[in-house]
Antibody
Framework: QVQLVESGGGLVKPGGSLRLSCAAS????????MSWIRQAPGKGLEWVSY????????YYADSVKGRFTISRDNAKNSLYLQMNSLRAEDTAVYYC?????WGQGTLVTVSS | DIQMTQSPSSLSASVGDRVTITCQAS??????LNWYQQKPGKAPKLLIY???NLETGVPSRFSGSGSGTDFTFTISSLQPEDIATYYC?????????FGQGTKVEIK
């Protein structure tokens, strides 16, 4: 079955960088678009970024545009999110998603 | 961006009660709507897709209806394990947007 496992979260200072990874299994990764969605502590859900199956089409939420970069390696069945210039408001659990199937999430905390 | 207005923000009901949550889109989204269940500390779980289709393995007490701008999610007979927060989500176009969530508690 579809399995998505995120990693790479942690504590980072404001202005710092972090790279999240999502390892996919149980389906043909290269056939599917993928997304990142986040949830700040105690808050609702916010879509962050989208990448098409080939990687040719990319979208970002305005809140992260210019700071975050989504990428994928179809040979490694992996999705990535490079996060630069991190702010306190980026603190959240970040989920990797293929349509309605989500990973367990990885926590990113931005604090000095 | 399409705004999704979900109500109520919380509700308390007894075991066996019928529970209804509504979600209104700021523009026509056809039937491009998901409903998710999220339990504390867990990832959201897809229950309903395309507004009214039950995801495989999801109990039949959960249902969804609607199209265009107005949608309804129903639990026909609330069970203790249904305690969670429920979210609607439109995927008509990007940015995908979510309702604010409805926290369901047992009375």
């Amino acid at each position: 079955q579809v399995q998505l496992v995120e990693s790479g979260g942690g504590l980072v200072k404001p202005g710092g960088s972090l790279r999240l990874s999502c390892a996919a299994s149980g389906f043909t990764f290269s056939d599917y678009y993928m997304s990142w969605i986040r949830q700040a502590p105690g808050k609702g859900l916010e879509w962050v970024s989208y990448m098409s199956s080939s990687g040719s089409t990319i979208y970002y939420a305005d809140s992260v545009k210019g700071r975050f970069t989504i990428s994928r390696d179809n040979a490694k069945n992996s999705l990535y999110l490079q996060m630069n210039s991190l702010r306190a408001e980026d603190t959240a659990v970040y989920y990797c998603a293929r349509g309605g199937a989500w990973g367990q999430g990885t926590l990113v905390t931005v604090s000095s | 961006d399409i705004q999704m207005t979900q109500s109520p923000s919380s509700l308390s009901a007894s075991v066996g009660d019928r529970v209804t949550i509504t979600c209104q889109a700021s523009q026509d989204i056809s039937n491009y709507l998901n409903w998710y269940q999220q339990k504390p500390g867990k990832a959201p779980k897809l229950l309903i897709y395309d507004a009214s289709n039950l995801e495989t393995g999801v109990p039949s007490r959960f249902s969804g209806s609607g199209s265009g701008t107005d949608f309804t999610f129903t639990i026909s007979s609330l069970q203790p394990e249904d305690i969670a927060t429920y979210y609607c989500q439109q995927y008509y176009n990007l940015p995908w947007t979510f309702g604010q969530g409805t926290k369901v508690e047992i009375k």
